[in-house]
């Protein structure tokens, strides 16, 4: 038996604070950091889109959390994302997994979720 995805990001505590590292990249990356100038710190907007990351992962990595939000194509519709946005999003998020200490199984398996949404998020 393996263990799951949501235990090796460290459960609801361990994906929180890899959500806001995430985030905060975002919210400093060059690249795309304009998308979420409108999202200031400790804005409800900003925690909600937090809460829906916290809950996609914890679902997607098998964990108790159910996904309730917006499909990707929905949640990314008009905001037309380029792939140099995409690969900027990514490297923030692979940023991110190295800084949390996780293993190369697990950096993997966030960024093969990751990858897998791409044609779902570019250019909607």
Do not use: C
């Amino acid at each position: 038996m393996t263990t799951t995805l949501y235990a090796r990001l460290g459960g609801d505590s361990g994906i929180a604070r890899l959500v806001d590292d995430i985030v905060d990249r975002h919210m400093r990356n060059p690249a795309i950091r304009a998308r979420f100038a409108v999202y200031e710190t400790g804005s409800p907007r900003l925690e909600s889109i937090k809460g829906h990351t916290r809950a996609f992962l914890s679902a997607g990595g098998g964990g108790p959390a159910e996904y309730t939000g917006r499909g990707m194509p929905d949640a990314h519709r008009g905001m037309n994302i380029s792939e140099a946005e995409y690969v900027a999003a990514m490297d923030d998020i692979l940023d991110a997994l190295d800084a949390q200490g996780m293993d190369p199984e697990t950096r993997k398996d966030v960024l093969a979720i990751a990858y897998s949404l791409k044609g779902e998020i570019l250019r909607q």
